[in-house]
T-cell receptor, first 113, second 114 residues
């Protein structure tokens, strides 16, 4: 069975500081990996995705993520956080043959001025 | 409108009411999904429709009844709900294309069952 673990429930960083959100997955085949962001009262917005190829993927809003097969990880990074990045971030895994995504529990990011 | 839209955005209903949630996608996709997001729980898949046929039903109680009349519209009919059904209901769509699919989400309907 596939699963996603986001070990950090809540993270607080200062504006301008760097950010790394952790994501570990369990999947029996080649995974497709996604990061979504959710602002309060809103739906999920796609930040970036990995299907194959270059293991460092760039997304919107200055985010990037690196796929590390040996560590079963897909961590999200941003070099300098802005106050508008405060939101909840979800990692998800999918794959060929199954429509549904499996989501992690989310990491809530708080940004201090 | 663009993307995935959902109506209503907020809904309050009693346990004996019947209501419907509507989702519409303007992306030309051919697969649609209902997810449930409860407090302190990961997103849970409820239903998947691909090419207007239900292909996945994730052990959802019968008080939730989906309908997909065409590839652009998806409904979730609700009846005799329980307070524990209060949650954010998210609709998503994707294009079925050899496995590398990306799901795009609507803003959700916040449901409160009294």
């Amino acid at each position: 069975a596939q699963s996603v673990t986001q070990p950090d429930i809540h993270i607080t960083v200062s504006e301008g500081a760097s950010l790394e959100l952790r994501c570990n997955y369990s999947y029996g085949a080649t995974p497709y990996l996604f990061w979504y962001v959710q602002s309060p009262g809103q739906g999920l917005q796609l930040l970036l995705k990995y299907f194959s190829g270059d293991t460092l993927v760039q997304g919107i809003k200055g985010f990037e993520a690196e796929f590390k097969r040996s560590q079963s990880s897909f961590n999200l990074r941003k070099p300098s956080v802005h106050w508008s990045d405060a939101a909840e971030y979800f990692c998800a895994v999918g794959g060929t043959g199954r429509r549904a995504l499996t989501f992690g529990s989310g990491t809530r990011l708080q940004v201090q001025p | 409108e663009t993307g995935v839209t959902q109506t209503p955005r907020h809904l309050v209903m009693g346990m004996t009411n019947k209501k419907s949630l509507k989702c519409e996608q303007h992306l030309g996709h051919n697969a649609m999904y209902w997810y449930k997001q409860s407090a302190k729980k990961p997103l849970e898949l409820m239903f998947v429709y691909s090419l207007e046929e239900r292909v996945e039903n994730n052990s959802v109680p019968s008080r939730f009844s989906p309908e997909c009349p065409n590839s652009s519209h998806l409904f979730l009919h609700l009846h005799t709900l329980q307070p524990e059904d209060s949650a954010l209901y998210l609709c998503a769509s994707s294009q079925v294309s050899g496995g590398q699919e990306t799901q795009y989400f609507g803003p959700g309907t916040r449901l409160l069952v009294l």
